[in-house]
T-cell receptor
Framework: GESVGLHLPTLSVQEGDNSIINCAYS??????FIWYKQESGKGPQFIID?????DKRQGQRVTVLLNKTVKHLSLQIAATQPGDSAVYFC?????????????FGGGTRLMVKP | KAGVTQTPRYLIKTRGQQVTLSCSPI?????VSWYQQTPGQGLQFLFE???????NKGNFPGRFSGRQFSNSRSEMNVSTLELGDSALYLC?????????????FGQGTRLTVV
């Protein structure tokens, strides 16, 4: 079955630095990926998504890169701020438009040091 | 507009009891999905309801069930509670079903089984 996982469980960065959070997936047919941010006491919040026909997508201070060759995606956060401290998940819906059934990676905790 | 509302926020139950959790989706959203979040297993999909019909079901025992009402509000029920059912239960609503419809999460219900 499909699986989505993360390399690093915890990432500690200095305020102002860039952060990179990684995610690996196993199904080469996967065509859509989503990054979520979960702050303490809250539910996950959509950050950015990317389809497999793209290698890169940019948002406000965030960039997602997709490398289909090695089945890897990353979330880059520029000029990391204390408010970015949270757990970040990559997620993947099922193939073939089969519904809203997300498979989440294990999550990476981002800690921003002032 | 109002976000996804989950009630109650916190719940303590005894082993063997049953519990019902409620989720009110964003107005106009017809898809409601439920997830269980634990430190050990991460975020795991329970089920999705769309137009009062269960569209997808995750790999959970039959003790976990749900339903959706005509106003799209959803409830999930867990019978014969076990200690391992202690978790944060998250509800997500989407305008439509289909995987690429953005999911908006509620703050969750923290269930503790003692």
């Amino acid at each position: 079955g499909e699986s989505v996982g993360l390399h690093l469980p915890t990432l500690s960065v200095q305020e102002g630095d860039n952060s990179i959070i990684n995610c690996a997936y196993s199904n080469s047919a996967s065509d859509y990926f989503i990054w979520y941010k979960q702050e303490s006491g809250k539910g996950p919040q959509f950050i950015i998504d990317i389809r497999s026909n793209m290698d890169k997508r940019q948002g406000q201070r965030v960039t997602v890169l997709l490398n289909k060759t090695v089945k890897h995606l990353s979330l880059q956060i520029a000029a990391t701020q204390p408010g970015d401290s949270a757990v970040y998940f990559c997620a993947e819906p099922p193939l073939s438009n089969a519904g809203n059934m997300l498979t989440f990676g294990g999550g990476t905790r981002l800690m921003v040091k002032p | 507009k109002a976000g996804v509302t989950q009630t109650p926020r916190y719940l303590i139950k005894t082993r063997g009891q049953q519990v019902t959790l409620s989720c009110s989706p964003i107005s106009g959203h017809r898809s409601v999905s439920w997830y269980q979040q634990t430190p050990g297993q991460g975020l795991q999909f329970l089920f999705e309801y769309f137009s009062e019909t269960q569209r997808n079901k995750g790999n959970f025992p039959g003790r976990f069930s749900g339903r959706q009402f005509s106003n799209s509000r959803s409830e999930m029920n867990v019978s014969t509670l076990e200690l391992g059912d202690s978790a944060l239960y998250l509800c997500a609503s989407s305008i439509r079903t289909g995987g690429d419809s953005e999911a908006f999460f509620g703050q969750g219900t923290r269930l503790t089984v003692v």
